[in-house]
């Protein structure tokens, strides 16, 4: 599990692909820290497998599913890319609860100057849509941010200063695609109201009970 604060911003050295396999090298000040072998670690927001470090750098290994299912197979050398360390149970919850499982790939529409806060439009796929909205939480390439507005197949954000000099979305243009994670708390939601109209006989589970039970 991760928080959706990045902690560093790394380097892409290399992607490299051997048959159905793939090896993502990564340079980073993380490596200095006490980074352990097999640990979990988001690379823009997506849960990848510590296998290997060394002074300057770490390997983790990409499966198939990933590379299609992410941003991550159009890396290159010198890309930068958003990392965080996954959450230690004595840590600050200051971001909200991120899976590091990709939904889908959003590609940016529009970006602009809203006072003190830059303003980020996404194009989403429609059947993710449903799982965001106005005042939720959302992980755009492993960045915990808060949805201010969800209209059609659309929905933007506003981003502060400080998260956009800490994180890769100071480099996002029209047209930028990223890594999008909804709220696992939606799908949950979702999951037991289909249950519910498949067998009416359960243990009725209402909207009214959802929410006073702070599930929504």
């Known amino acids: 599990m991760f928080t959706g604060l990045i902690q560093s911003i790394g380097t ?16 980073s000040s993380l490596v200095k820290e006490d980074l352990q072998l097999g640990e979990s670690i988001a690379v823009n927001g997506a849960c990848l497998t510590v296998t290997s470090w060394d002074n300057s750098t770490f390997t983790v290994d990409v499966s198939p599913e990933t590379l299609n299912c992410t941003t991550l197979g159009a890396l290159q050398a010198n890309c930068p890319v958003n990392l965080e360390r996954a959450l230690r149970l004595s840590d600050r919850l200051g971001g909200h609860l991120v899976s590091g499982h990709v939904d889908c790939i959003a590609t940016v529409k529009r970006r602009y100057q809203d006072q003190n806060a830059v303003r980020i439009e996404f194009s989403v796929p429609a059947a993710v849509m449903r799982y965001l909205v106005a005042k939720g939480s959302v992980a755009i390439d492993g960045i915990s941010l808060t949805v201010n507005e969800v209209v059609d ?6 981003v502060i200063p400080h998260s956009l000099a800490m994180t890769t979305l100071k480099d996002c243009r029209e047209g930028t695609k990223v890594n999008i994670e909804t709220d696992m708390l939606g799908r949950y939601v979702e999951r037991l109201l289909q249950l519910q109209e498949a067998d009416p006989n359960k243990p009725s589970v209402s909207i009214e009970f959802l929410a006073k039970n702070g599930f929504m």
């Open 153 to 158: 197949d659309k929905f933007s954000v506003a």
């Open 12 to 27: 892409v050295c290399s992607l490299k692909r051997h048959g159905n396999s793939s090896q993502l090298q990564i340079t």
